[in-house]
Protein backbone atom coordinates (compact mmCIF):
# COMPACT_ATOMS: atom_id res chain seq x y z
CA UNK A 1 0.00 0.00 0.00
CA UNK A 2 1.37 3.64 -0.91
CA UNK A 3 -0.43 6.63 -0.87
CA UNK A 4 -1.47 7.49 -4.66
CA UNK A 5 -4.15 9.45 -6.73
CA UNK A 6 -6.61 6.33 -7.01
CA UNK A 7 -8.49 7.97 -10.03
CA UNK A 8 -11.36 10.94 -10.40
CA UNK A 9 -14.94 11.28 -11.06
CA UNK A 10 -16.86 13.92 -12.53
CA UNK A 11 -18.33 16.34 -9.93
CA UNK A 12 -21.80 17.79 -9.84
CA UNK A 13 -20.72 21.36 -8.99
CA UNK A 14 -24.16 22.73 -7.72
CA UNK A 15 -25.14 19.53 -5.57
CA UNK A 16 -21.71 19.75 -4.20
CA UNK A 17 -22.45 23.64 -3.05
CA UNK A 18 -25.94 22.21 -1.60
CA UNK A 19 -24.18 19.89 0.46
CA UNK A 20 -20.94 22.17 1.19
CA UNK A 21 -23.87 24.87 2.49
CA UNK A 22 -25.55 22.24 4.98
CA UNK A 23 -22.13 20.75 6.09
CA UNK A 24 -21.48 24.71 7.66
CA UNK A 25 -24.22 24.47 9.92
CA UNK A 26 -22.77 21.52 11.29
CA UNK A 27 -22.34 21.17 15.00
CA UNK A 28 -18.71 19.66 14.57
CA UNK A 29 -16.61 17.08 17.27
CA UNK A 30 -12.98 18.30 17.76
CA UNK A 31 -11.58 14.81 18.45
CA UNK A 32 -7.92 14.44 18.53
CA UNK A 33 -6.91 18.09 18.84
CA UNK A 34 -3.88 17.43 20.53
CA UNK A 35 -2.50 16.69 16.71
CA UNK A 36 -3.62 20.20 15.79
CA UNK A 37 -1.49 23.45 15.63
CA UNK A 38 -4.15 26.18 15.12
CA UNK A 39 -7.15 25.89 14.82
CA UNK A 40 -9.27 22.76 15.87
CA UNK A 41 -9.48 19.82 13.09
CA UNK A 42 -13.04 19.50 13.14
CA UNK A 43 -14.66 16.52 12.19
CA UNK A 44 -18.74 15.11 11.46
CA UNK A 45 -19.20 11.24 11.46
CA UNK A 46 -21.44 10.91 7.62
CA UNK A 47 -22.07 6.84 7.92
CA UNK A 48 -20.86 4.63 10.83
CA UNK A 49 -21.39 0.98 12.44
CA UNK A 50 -25.22 1.30 13.00
CA UNK A 51 -25.45 4.74 11.86
CA UNK A 52 -24.56 6.02 15.34
CA UNK A 53 -23.35 9.36 15.82
CA UNK A 54 -20.44 9.36 18.74
CA UNK A 55 -18.17 11.66 19.14
CA UNK A 56 -15.69 10.90 16.37
CA UNK A 57 -13.18 9.24 17.89
CA UNK A 58 -13.10 6.13 15.56
CA UNK A 59 -11.74 3.62 18.63
CA UNK A 60 -14.70 3.98 20.60
CA UNK A 61 -17.20 2.86 17.77
CA UNK A 62 -18.38 -0.57 17.86
CA UNK A 63 -17.76 -1.48 14.08
CA UNK A 64 -20.04 -4.84 14.40
CA UNK A 65 -22.80 -3.08 12.70
CA UNK A 66 -23.61 -2.55 9.04
CA UNK A 67 -22.54 0.58 7.95
CA UNK A 68 -25.22 3.98 7.69
CA UNK A 69 -25.69 7.00 6.94
CA UNK A 70 -25.95 8.96 10.22
CA UNK A 71 -28.31 12.11 11.20
CA UNK A 72 -25.15 14.10 9.25
CA UNK A 73 -25.16 11.80 6.00
CA UNK A 74 -28.88 11.92 6.06
CA UNK A 75 -28.89 15.61 5.23
CA UNK A 76 -26.18 15.46 2.64
CA UNK A 77 -27.59 13.76 -0.50
CA UNK A 78 -25.08 14.61 -2.86
CA UNK A 79 -22.16 12.96 -0.24
CA UNK A 80 -24.43 9.67 -0.14
CA UNK A 81 -24.69 9.77 -3.62
CA UNK A 82 -21.07 9.64 -4.33
CA UNK A 83 -20.14 6.90 -1.63
CA UNK A 84 -23.10 5.03 -3.04
CA UNK A 85 -22.00 5.50 -6.78
CA UNK A 86 -18.37 5.08 -6.64
CA UNK A 87 -17.27 3.05 -3.45
CA UNK A 88 -18.08 -0.65 -2.19
CA UNK A 89 -19.91 0.20 1.22
CA UNK A 90 -20.11 -3.34 2.34
CA UNK A 91 -16.17 -3.00 3.17
CA UNK A 92 -16.90 0.88 4.51
CA UNK A 93 -16.26 1.57 8.39
CA UNK A 94 -16.34 5.26 8.55
CA UNK A 95 -16.96 8.29 6.86
CA UNK A 96 -16.50 11.25 7.91
CA UNK A 97 -16.88 15.55 6.65
CA UNK A 98 -13.57 16.77 7.99
CA UNK A 99 -12.84 20.78 8.16
CA UNK A 100 -9.31 22.54 8.72
CA UNK A 101 -8.90 26.23 8.35
CA UNK A 102 -5.91 28.22 9.88
CA UNK A 103 -4.32 25.05 11.26
CA UNK A 104 -1.05 22.29 10.91
CA UNK A 105 -1.63 18.76 12.07
CA UNK A 106 1.73 17.17 13.67
CA UNK A 107 3.51 14.49 11.41
CA UNK A 108 2.23 11.36 13.07
CA UNK A 109 1.38 7.84 11.88
CA UNK A 110 -1.81 6.05 12.18
CA UNK A 111 -3.91 3.15 12.88
CA UNK A 112 -2.25 1.64 15.77
CA UNK A 113 -4.47 2.81 18.21
CA UNK A 114 -7.11 0.49 16.65
CA UNK A 115 -5.39 -3.22 16.71
CA UNK A 116 -7.29 -4.86 19.64
CA UNK A 117 -10.10 -4.89 17.00
CA UNK A 118 -10.53 -7.77 14.59
CA UNK A 119 -9.63 -7.45 10.77
CA UNK A 120 -13.01 -6.75 9.94
CA UNK A 121 -13.48 -4.12 12.35
CA UNK A 122 -10.19 -2.57 11.63
CA UNK A 123 -9.47 0.46 9.93
CA UNK A 124 -6.86 -0.90 7.09
CA UNK A 125 -7.48 1.20 3.61
CA UNK A 126 -8.25 5.24 4.21
CA UNK A 127 -9.65 7.23 1.04
CA UNK A 128 -9.70 11.03 1.11
CA UNK A 129 -12.27 12.93 -1.25
CA UNK A 130 -11.48 16.79 -1.27
CA UNK A 131 -14.98 18.63 -1.25
CA UNK A 132 -13.58 21.92 -1.17
CA UNK A 133 -9.99 23.17 -1.15
CA UNK A 134 -7.16 25.35 -2.21
CA UNK A 135 -3.43 26.19 -3.21
CA UNK A 136 -2.92 26.53 0.17
CA UNK A 137 -4.33 23.65 1.47
CA UNK A 138 -1.51 21.01 1.55
CA UNK A 139 -0.64 17.36 2.35
CA UNK A 140 2.97 16.07 3.85
CA UNK A 141 4.07 12.97 3.68
CA UNK A 142 7.62 12.20 4.69
CA UNK A 143 9.66 14.96 2.61
CA UNK A 144 6.73 15.07 -0.28
CA UNK A 145 4.40 17.90 0.00
CA UNK A 146 1.38 17.77 -2.61
CA UNK A 147 -2.34 19.02 -3.08
CA UNK A 148 -5.49 16.72 -3.50
CA UNK A 149 -8.02 18.22 -5.68
CA UNK A 150 -11.79 18.45 -5.99
CA UNK A 151 -12.96 15.12 -7.98
CA UNK A 152 -10.34 13.26 -7.03
CA UNK A 153 -10.18 9.88 -4.96
CA UNK A 154 -6.77 9.38 -2.71
CA UNK A 155 -5.72 6.77 -0.89
CA UNK A 156 -3.37 7.04 2.05
CA UNK A 157 -0.68 5.55 3.64
CA UNK A 158 -1.35 6.54 7.22
CA UNK A 159 1.37 4.33 8.78
CA UNK A 160 4.18 6.60 6.82
CA UNK A 161 4.92 10.05 8.97
CA UNK A 162 2.06 12.57 7.56
CA UNK A 163 0.00 15.54 8.24
CA UNK A 164 -2.44 17.99 6.74
CA UNK A 165 -1.93 21.69 6.52
CA UNK A 166 -4.70 24.68 5.77
CA UNK A 167 -2.25 27.82 5.68
CA UNK A 168 -5.17 30.08 5.20
CA UNK A 169 -8.58 31.05 6.81
CA UNK A 170 -10.47 29.48 3.56
CA UNK A 171 -11.89 26.17 5.11
CA UNK A 172 -10.89 22.84 3.54
CA UNK A 173 -13.19 20.10 3.75
CA UNK A 174 -12.87 16.54 2.95
CA UNK A 175 -14.69 13.50 3.13
CA UNK A 176 -12.38 10.42 4.69
CA UNK A 177 -13.58 7.16 3.94
CA UNK A 178 -12.20 4.45 6.40
CA UNK A 179 -12.49 0.65 5.21
CA UNK A 180 -11.79 -2.48 6.56
CA UNK A 181 -9.00 -5.12 5.51
CA UNK A 182 -10.58 -6.58 2.37
CA UNK A 183 -7.98 -9.09 1.54
CA UNK A 184 -5.39 -7.98 -1.86
CA UNK A 185 -7.68 -8.55 -4.62
CA UNK A 186 -10.93 -6.96 -3.25
CA UNK A 187 -11.86 -3.67 -4.90
CA UNK A 188 -13.16 -0.45 -3.00
CA UNK A 189 -14.11 1.73 -5.67
CA UNK A 190 -16.66 1.32 -8.36
CA UNK A 191 -14.60 3.66 -10.76
CA UNK A 192 -11.67 2.87 -13.08
CA UNK A 193 -9.02 3.29 -10.96
CA UNK A 194 -5.45 4.55 -12.30
CA UNK A 195 -3.06 2.27 -12.14
CA UNK A 196 -0.13 5.25 -12.44
CA UNK A 197 1.79 4.56 -8.64
CA UNK A 198 2.12 7.28 -6.16
CA UNK A 199 1.23 10.74 -6.48
CA UNK A 200 1.30 12.43 -10.00
CA UNK A 201 3.79 15.42 -10.68
CA UNK A 202 1.14 17.54 -10.97
CA UNK A 203 -0.26 17.54 -7.73
CA UNK A 204 3.19 18.03 -5.95
CA UNK A 205 4.47 20.96 -4.08
CA UNK A 206 7.51 22.24 -5.60
CA UNK A 207 9.30 23.86 -2.51
CA UNK A 208 12.73 25.76 -2.40
CA UNK A 209 15.66 24.77 -0.33
CA UNK A 210 16.04 25.93 3.42
CA UNK A 211 18.55 27.97 3.46
CA UNK A 212 21.57 27.81 6.21
CA UNK A 213 20.23 31.19 7.78
CA UNK A 214 17.15 30.33 7.94
CA UNK A 215 17.91 27.22 9.60
CA UNK A 216 19.74 28.97 11.90
CA UNK A 217 17.54 31.79 12.70
CA UNK A 218 14.72 28.82 13.53
CA UNK A 219 16.75 26.93 15.76
CA UNK A 220 17.12 29.97 17.78
CA UNK A 221 13.83 29.98 18.89
CA UNK A 222 15.32 27.45 21.56
CA UNK A 223 15.87 31.23 23.31
CA UNK A 224 12.06 31.45 23.08
CA UNK A 225 10.60 27.97 23.72
CA UNK A 226 8.53 27.85 27.15
CA UNK A 227 6.10 25.25 28.11
CA UNK A 228 3.67 27.78 27.11
CA UNK A 229 4.21 28.29 23.73
CA UNK A 230 5.92 24.74 22.77
CA UNK A 231 2.95 23.90 20.63
CA UNK A 232 3.01 27.65 18.60
CA UNK A 233 6.81 26.48 17.92
CA UNK A 234 5.94 22.97 16.94
CA UNK A 235 3.67 24.54 14.42
CA UNK A 236 5.86 27.48 13.09
CA UNK A 237 8.22 24.83 12.22
CA UNK A 238 5.44 22.45 10.75
CA UNK A 239 4.65 25.23 8.60
CA UNK A 240 8.62 26.22 7.27
CA UNK A 241 8.59 22.57 6.57
CA UNK A 242 5.36 23.17 4.68
CA UNK A 243 6.84 25.70 2.46
CA UNK A 244 10.37 25.01 2.39
CA UNK A 245 12.41 21.67 1.68
CA UNK A 246 14.98 20.94 4.28
CA UNK A 247 15.49 17.25 4.50
CA UNK A 248 13.12 14.16 5.60
CA UNK A 249 12.97 14.22 9.38
CA UNK A 250 13.05 18.58 9.12
CA UNK A 251 10.32 18.70 12.05
CA UNK A 252 11.24 16.17 14.58
CA UNK A 253 14.53 16.85 14.27
CA UNK A 254 14.22 20.59 14.51
CA UNK A 255 11.22 20.45 17.22
CA UNK A 256 13.87 18.38 19.59
CA UNK A 257 17.00 20.02 18.97
CA UNK A 258 15.52 23.43 19.81
CA UNK A 259 14.13 21.45 22.98
CA UNK A 260 16.92 20.25 23.59
CA UNK A 261 19.47 23.69 23.00
CA UNK A 262 16.69 25.05 25.41
CA UNK A 263 18.86 23.59 28.24
CA UNK A 264 15.16 23.34 30.14
CA UNK A 265 14.77 19.03 31.19
CA UNK A 266 10.93 19.83 31.43
CA UNK A 267 10.74 21.13 27.59
CA UNK A 268 13.37 18.29 26.60
CA UNK A 269 11.60 15.21 28.07
CA UNK A 270 8.25 16.93 26.43
CA UNK A 271 9.42 16.96 23.23
CA UNK A 272 10.96 13.44 23.58
CA UNK A 273 7.60 12.33 25.10
CA UNK A 274 5.68 13.59 21.78
CA UNK A 275 8.22 12.31 19.52
CA UNK A 276 7.64 8.92 21.04
CA UNK A 277 3.88 9.38 21.14
CA UNK A 278 3.05 10.55 17.31
CA UNK A 279 5.99 8.82 15.38
CA UNK A 280 7.33 5.44 17.39
CA UNK A 281 4.40 4.08 19.05
CA UNK A 282 1.66 4.97 16.60
CA UNK A 283 3.24 2.17 14.01
CA UNK A 284 4.43 -1.51 13.98
CA UNK B 1 -15.45 54.46 34.70
CA UNK B 2 -12.29 52.12 35.91
CA UNK B 3 -11.73 48.28 35.58
CA UNK B 4 -12.51 47.33 39.15
CA UNK B 5 -14.13 44.36 41.37
CA UNK B 6 -17.50 45.52 41.83
CA UNK B 7 -18.32 42.87 44.71
CA UNK B 8 -18.91 38.86 45.54
CA UNK B 9 -21.88 36.56 45.87
CA UNK B 10 -22.44 33.21 47.31
CA UNK B 11 -21.77 30.47 44.39
CA UNK B 12 -24.03 27.25 44.58
CA UNK B 13 -21.40 24.86 43.30
CA UNK B 14 -24.15 22.40 42.58
CA UNK B 15 -26.16 24.27 40.55
CA UNK B 16 -23.39 25.62 39.06
CA UNK B 17 -21.84 22.35 38.19
CA UNK B 18 -25.30 21.03 36.36
CA UNK B 19 -25.29 24.47 34.18
CA UNK B 20 -21.70 23.71 33.21
CA UNK B 21 -22.42 20.41 32.31
CA UNK B 22 -25.49 21.87 29.79
CA UNK B 23 -22.61 24.66 28.56
CA UNK B 24 -20.27 21.69 27.64
CA UNK B 25 -23.03 20.48 25.10
CA UNK B 26 -23.47 23.73 23.29
CA UNK B 27 -23.50 24.45 19.83
CA UNK B 28 -21.32 27.83 19.92
CA UNK B 29 -20.46 30.39 17.85
CA UNK B 30 -16.78 31.65 17.55
CA UNK B 31 -16.95 35.26 16.55
CA UNK B 32 -14.63 37.78 16.36
CA UNK B 33 -12.05 34.60 15.48
CA UNK B 34 -9.36 37.09 14.76
CA UNK B 35 -8.94 38.26 17.89
CA UNK B 36 -7.71 34.51 18.84
CA UNK B 37 -4.35 33.07 18.78
CA UNK B 38 -4.92 29.23 19.20
CA UNK B 39 -8.26 27.65 19.61
CA UNK B 40 -11.15 30.13 18.66
CA UNK B 41 -12.91 32.03 21.81
CA UNK B 42 -16.20 30.54 21.66
CA UNK B 43 -19.55 32.37 23.15
CA UNK B 44 -23.25 31.31 23.36
CA UNK B 45 -25.64 34.16 23.71
CA UNK B 46 -28.04 33.54 26.83
CA UNK B 47 -29.91 36.89 26.83
CA UNK B 48 -30.35 39.14 23.63
CA UNK B 49 -33.27 41.73 23.12
CA UNK B 50 -36.19 39.88 21.99
CA UNK B 51 -34.33 36.34 22.79
CA UNK B 52 -33.00 36.35 18.94
CA UNK B 53 -30.27 33.42 19.26
CA UNK B 54 -28.12 35.18 16.37
CA UNK B 55 -24.54 34.24 15.25
CA UNK B 56 -22.84 36.17 18.44
CA UNK B 57 -21.67 39.27 16.97
CA UNK B 58 -22.83 42.40 18.69
CA UNK B 59 -23.09 44.79 16.25
CA UNK B 60 -26.01 42.39 14.27
CA UNK B 61 -28.30 42.01 16.97
CA UNK B 62 -31.57 45.01 16.63
CA UNK B 63 -30.98 46.37 20.43
CA UNK B 64 -34.94 47.91 20.56
CA UNK B 65 -36.39 44.81 22.11
CA UNK B 66 -36.59 43.97 25.82
CA UNK B 67 -33.89 41.61 26.79
CA UNK B 68 -34.88 37.98 27.11
CA UNK B 69 -33.50 34.07 27.90
CA UNK B 70 -32.41 33.06 24.25
CA UNK B 71 -33.14 29.06 23.75
CA UNK B 72 -29.44 28.63 25.03
CA UNK B 73 -30.45 30.52 28.47
CA UNK B 74 -33.44 28.89 28.60
CA UNK B 75 -31.65 25.78 29.35
CA UNK B 76 -29.37 27.44 32.25
CA UNK B 77 -31.47 27.43 35.20
CA UNK B 78 -28.72 29.06 37.78
CA UNK B 79 -27.46 31.23 35.03
CA UNK B 80 -30.58 33.13 34.54
CA UNK B 81 -31.57 32.73 39.06
CA UNK B 82 -27.75 34.76 39.22
CA UNK B 83 -28.93 36.90 35.86
CA UNK B 84 -32.38 38.13 38.02
CA UNK B 85 -30.95 37.88 41.48
CA UNK B 86 -28.22 39.77 41.31
CA UNK B 87 -28.62 42.21 37.89
CA UNK B 88 -30.93 44.79 36.81
CA UNK B 89 -32.18 43.38 33.28
CA UNK B 90 -33.89 46.29 32.66
CA UNK B 91 -30.42 47.54 31.52
CA UNK B 92 -29.39 44.42 29.65
CA UNK B 93 -28.06 44.38 26.39
CA UNK B 94 -26.71 41.04 26.01
CA UNK B 95 -26.32 37.71 27.82
CA UNK B 96 -23.12 35.74 26.55
CA UNK B 97 -21.41 32.64 27.42
CA UNK B 98 -18.05 32.39 26.44
CA UNK B 99 -15.94 29.42 27.08
CA UNK B 100 -11.92 30.17 26.09
CA UNK B 101 -8.45 27.39 26.38
CA UNK B 102 -5.01 27.37 25.19
CA UNK B 103 -5.74 30.79 23.31
CA UNK B 104 -4.98 34.11 23.87
CA UNK B 105 -6.64 37.67 22.81
CA UNK B 106 -5.20 40.12 20.68
CA UNK B 107 -4.65 43.27 22.74
CA UNK B 108 -7.50 45.57 21.61
CA UNK B 109 -9.78 48.39 22.36
CA UNK B 110 -13.35 47.44 22.27
CA UNK B 111 -17.14 49.70 21.58
CA UNK B 112 -16.03 51.62 18.81
CA UNK B 113 -18.33 49.19 16.24
CA UNK B 114 -21.37 49.55 17.86
CA UNK B 115 -21.33 53.80 18.00
CA UNK B 116 -23.89 54.05 15.04
CA UNK B 117 -26.95 53.26 17.91
CA UNK B 118 -28.28 55.62 20.18
CA UNK B 119 -27.25 55.06 23.85
CA UNK B 120 -30.25 53.12 25.34
CA UNK B 121 -29.13 50.11 22.75
CA UNK B 122 -25.34 50.62 22.83
CA UNK B 123 -22.53 48.68 25.59
CA UNK B 124 -21.51 51.11 28.10
CA UNK B 125 -21.10 48.69 31.02
CA UNK B 126 -19.78 45.42 30.64
CA UNK B 127 -20.20 42.94 33.35
CA UNK B 128 -17.79 39.64 33.89
CA UNK B 129 -19.11 36.71 35.82
CA UNK B 130 -16.07 33.59 35.91
CA UNK B 131 -18.29 30.57 36.44
CA UNK B 132 -15.10 28.35 35.81
CA UNK B 133 -11.41 28.95 35.86
CA UNK B 134 -8.19 28.24 36.90
CA UNK B 135 -4.81 30.17 37.85
CA UNK B 136 -3.84 30.23 34.19
CA UNK B 137 -6.68 31.66 33.20
CA UNK B 138 -5.62 35.50 32.92
CA UNK B 139 -6.67 38.98 32.14
CA UNK B 140 -4.25 41.71 30.76
CA UNK B 141 -5.18 45.51 31.49
CA UNK B 142 -2.31 47.82 29.85
CA UNK B 143 0.64 46.83 32.03
CA UNK B 144 -1.52 45.07 34.36
CA UNK B 145 -2.16 41.04 34.30
CA UNK B 146 -4.73 39.79 37.02
CA UNK B 147 -6.85 36.91 37.66
CA UNK B 148 -10.95 37.44 38.24
CA UNK B 149 -12.48 34.17 40.32
CA UNK B 150 -15.57 32.33 40.77
CA UNK B 151 -18.12 33.87 42.95
CA UNK B 152 -16.54 37.55 41.95
CA UNK B 153 -17.75 40.13 39.58
CA UNK B 154 -15.89 42.16 37.73
CA UNK B 155 -16.69 45.58 35.67
CA UNK B 156 -14.17 45.97 32.85
CA UNK B 157 -12.84 49.23 31.09
CA UNK B 158 -12.94 47.67 27.85
CA UNK B 159 -12.05 51.16 26.22
CA UNK B 160 -8.27 50.73 27.58
CA UNK B 161 -6.36 47.99 25.72
CA UNK B 162 -7.19 44.64 27.02
CA UNK B 163 -6.71 41.05 26.48
CA UNK B 164 -7.66 37.67 27.75
CA UNK B 165 -5.31 34.44 27.93
CA UNK B 166 -6.22 30.74 29.12
CA UNK B 167 -2.65 29.04 28.98
CA UNK B 168 -3.95 25.80 30.02
CA UNK B 169 -6.19 23.29 28.30
CA UNK B 170 -9.30 23.75 31.32
CA UNK B 171 -11.87 25.56 29.78
CA UNK B 172 -12.83 28.78 31.12
CA UNK B 173 -15.94 29.82 30.91
CA UNK B 174 -17.70 33.36 32.03
CA UNK B 175 -20.72 35.15 31.66
CA UNK B 176 -20.13 38.17 29.92
CA UNK B 177 -23.42 41.05 31.04
CA UNK B 178 -23.71 43.91 28.36
CA UNK B 179 -25.35 47.13 29.98
CA UNK B 180 -26.64 50.21 28.33
CA UNK B 181 -25.76 53.57 29.00
CA UNK B 182 -28.10 54.21 32.66
CA UNK B 183 -26.44 57.93 33.91
CA UNK B 184 -24.04 58.04 36.06
CA UNK B 185 -25.84 57.15 39.56
CA UNK B 186 -28.06 53.94 38.29
CA UNK B 187 -26.67 50.71 39.87
CA UNK B 188 -26.46 47.47 38.01
CA UNK B 189 -25.95 45.29 40.50
CA UNK B 190 -28.26 44.13 43.06
CA UNK B 191 -25.36 43.20 45.71
CA UNK B 192 -23.75 44.79 48.36
CA UNK B 193 -21.51 46.98 45.85
CA UNK B 194 -17.41 46.87 47.08
CA UNK B 195 -16.55 50.21 46.95
CA UNK B 196 -12.97 50.02 46.85
CA UNK B 197 -10.78 51.69 43.97
CA UNK B 198 -9.25 49.03 41.52
CA UNK B 199 -7.95 45.64 40.73
CA UNK B 200 -7.36 44.11 44.49
CA UNK B 201 -3.74 43.20 45.68
CA UNK B 202 -4.83 39.48 45.86
CA UNK B 203 -6.03 39.13 42.19
CA UNK B 204 -2.74 40.84 40.56
CA UNK B 205 -0.51 38.40 38.93
CA UNK B 206 3.26 38.44 39.94
CA UNK B 207 5.49 38.71 36.85
CA UNK B 208 9.42 38.98 37.03
CA UNK B 209 10.99 41.34 34.61
CA UNK B 210 11.85 40.10 31.07
CA UNK B 211 15.48 39.99 30.96
CA UNK B 212 17.04 41.88 28.33
CA UNK B 213 18.88 38.60 26.35
CA UNK B 214 14.73 37.17 26.72
CA UNK B 215 14.05 40.54 24.94
CA UNK B 216 16.74 39.81 22.11
CA UNK B 217 15.67 36.25 22.06
CA UNK B 218 12.02 37.58 20.55
CA UNK B 219 13.27 40.13 18.41
CA UNK B 220 15.24 37.88 16.79
CA UNK B 221 12.02 35.72 15.55
CA UNK B 222 12.15 38.78 13.00
CA UNK B 223 14.52 36.24 10.83
CA UNK B 224 11.74 33.25 11.39
CA UNK B 225 8.48 35.61 10.93
CA UNK B 226 6.49 35.03 7.47
CA UNK B 227 2.83 35.38 6.78
CA UNK B 228 2.30 31.60 7.79
CA UNK B 229 3.38 31.92 11.19
CA UNK B 230 2.61 35.83 11.94
CA UNK B 231 -0.15 34.97 14.34
CA UNK B 232 1.77 32.10 16.01
CA UNK B 233 4.62 34.96 16.61
CA UNK B 234 2.17 37.68 17.91
CA UNK B 235 0.72 34.79 20.20
CA UNK B 236 4.19 33.74 21.64
CA UNK B 237 4.59 37.86 22.58
CA UNK B 238 1.34 38.20 24.21
CA UNK B 239 1.90 34.92 26.63
CA UNK B 240 5.37 36.63 26.85
CA UNK B 241 4.05 39.58 28.06
CA UNK B 242 1.29 37.26 30.63
CA UNK B 243 4.58 36.09 32.03
CA UNK B 244 6.70 38.70 32.13
CA UNK B 245 6.89 42.63 33.24
CA UNK B 246 8.05 43.93 29.37
CA UNK B 247 6.64 47.55 30.02
CA UNK B 248 3.47 48.55 28.58
CA UNK B 249 3.15 48.71 24.82
CA UNK B 250 5.14 45.29 25.01
CA UNK B 251 2.99 43.75 22.77
CA UNK B 252 2.42 45.60 19.90
CA UNK B 253 6.21 47.44 20.23
CA UNK B 254 7.49 44.10 19.78
CA UNK B 255 5.50 42.61 17.06
CA UNK B 256 5.84 46.37 15.04
CA UNK B 257 9.76 46.23 15.90
CA UNK B 258 9.97 42.28 14.55
CA UNK B 259 7.84 43.04 11.85
CA UNK B 260 10.16 46.05 10.46
CA UNK B 261 13.12 44.07 11.22
CA UNK B 262 12.00 40.97 9.15
CA UNK B 263 12.90 43.58 6.40
CA UNK B 264 9.63 42.68 4.29
CA UNK B 265 7.59 45.14 3.49
CA UNK B 266 4.21 42.67 3.30
CA UNK B 267 4.84 41.95 6.64
CA UNK B 268 5.47 45.31 7.86
CA UNK B 269 2.07 46.40 6.63
CA UNK B 270 0.18 43.90 8.43
CA UNK B 271 1.56 44.28 11.66
CA UNK B 272 1.01 47.62 11.31
CA UNK B 273 -2.87 47.36 9.73
CA UNK B 274 -3.54 45.54 12.59
CA UNK B 275 -2.39 47.85 15.32
CA UNK B 276 -4.27 50.75 13.53
CA UNK B 277 -7.54 48.17 13.67
CA UNK B 278 -7.07 46.30 17.13
CA UNK B 279 -5.81 49.58 18.51
CA UNK B 280 -6.35 53.30 17.08
CA UNK B 281 -9.47 52.72 15.08
CA UNK B 282 -11.27 51.07 18.27
CA UNK B 283 -11.49 53.68 20.33
CA UNK B 284 -12.42 57.77 20.52
Not at 17 to 45: R, T
Not at 129 to 158: C, H, K, Q
Request: hydrophobic letters at 40%; proline letters at 3%.
Amino acid sequence: MQTRLLGTFEIDHQKLSQDLDVISHFDFDEPYIEFSCGYPWKSAMVWTSGGVLGDGVLSRYDNRQPCLPTANGRKLAYVREIIQNFFVVEHLLFARVVVMSNNVLVPHRDFLELEDKSKDEKVAHRLQVPLATSEDALFMEENVIYRMRVGEVWSLDATRLHSAAALTDHKRVHLILDFADTGKETRLVKFGEDRSAGIPDTNLAKRPALSAGDRDAILGMSKVIDMDNFKDILGIIIKKHYRNDAGEGFVWETMREISRLSGDPEIEAHANNLYEHYVLSRTD
